[in-house]
């Protein structure tokens, strides 16, 4: 099985300051990768996704993540971060990939931002 | 919009009574997925379903079941909730088939379930 590892549990950031959340993964082969939003009582809103080609990955709300390889990473980037971006962020790799179509996720344990104003 | 929708919200149930919860899309996605979300933790896929085809993670509870009657709809069933069940319930779905690995998961807002 895979695994994501992202090492911090809570970041606390300025408005305007710049963001980089981490997240190191364990896999094989060529993995596939997201990072997923999830704000207070809400769902999981995809943020962007790496498959192939470009390692640098442009996603919404300003948000772009670089894959990098040797490093087994996959760090999120914001040049400047806005109250609202205050949320939990998820970094996941695809895993037991069934070959029908279907696949199961595996996620990190999520970083919390907080935004100071 | 094409979306996916989780109904209630909210559900909050007796230990031991019985509780479903409702997931639909508008997306004609093969591929229905439930998982479960304590506090402060990652999603745990529960199981999912391709097309009629349900997959069941190993290590989900006998005390969750599911019904997909038809491609726009998923429940989840607990049959007999305890204490520990307590969590937010995420509904996702993917479209399957060819997309393959670079397939996407779209998730629904979630039902929070509390347990009393």
């Known amino acids: 099985a895979q695994s994501v590892t992202q090492p911090d549990i809570h970041i606390t950031v300025s408005e305007g300051a710049s963001l980089e959340l981490r997240c190191n993964y364990s896999y094989g082969a060529t993995p596939y990768l997201f990072w997923y939003v999830q704000s207070p009582g809400q769902g999981l809103q995809l943020l962007l996704k790496y498959f192939s080609g470009d390692t640098l990955v442009q996603g919404i709300k300003g948000f772009e993540a670089e894959f990098k390889r040797s490093q087994s990473s996959f760090n999120l980037r914001k040049p400047s971060v806005h109250w609202s971006d205050a949320a939990e962020y998820f970094c996941a790799v695809v895993d037991s990939y069934s070959g029908a179509g279907s696949y199961q996720l595996t996620f990190g344990k999520g970083t919390k931002l907080s935004v100071i104003p | 919009d094409a979306m996916v929708i989780q109904n209630p919200r909210y559900q909050v149930t007796q230990f031991g009574k019985p509780v479903t919860l409702s997931c639909s899309q508008t997306?004609?996605?093969?591929?229905m997925y439930w998982y479960q979300q304590k506090s402060s933790q990652a999603p745990k896929l529960l199981f999912h379903?391709?097309?009629?085809?349900?997959?069941n993670e190993a290590d989900t509870p006998d005390n969750f079941q599911s019904r997909r009657p038809n491609t726009s709809f998923c429940f989840l069933d607990i049959r007999s909730p305890g204490l520990g069940d307590a969590a937010m319930y995420l509904c996702?779905?993917?479209?399957?088939?060819?997309?393959?690995?670079?397939?996407?998961?779209?998730f629904g807002p979630g039902t929070r379930l509390t347990v009393l």
């Open positions: 996702a779905t993917s479209r399957g088939g060819t997309s393959g690995r670079t397939d996407t998961q779209y």
């Open positions: 997306l004609n996605h093969n591929v």
């Open positions: 379903y391709y097309d009629k085809d349900f997959n």
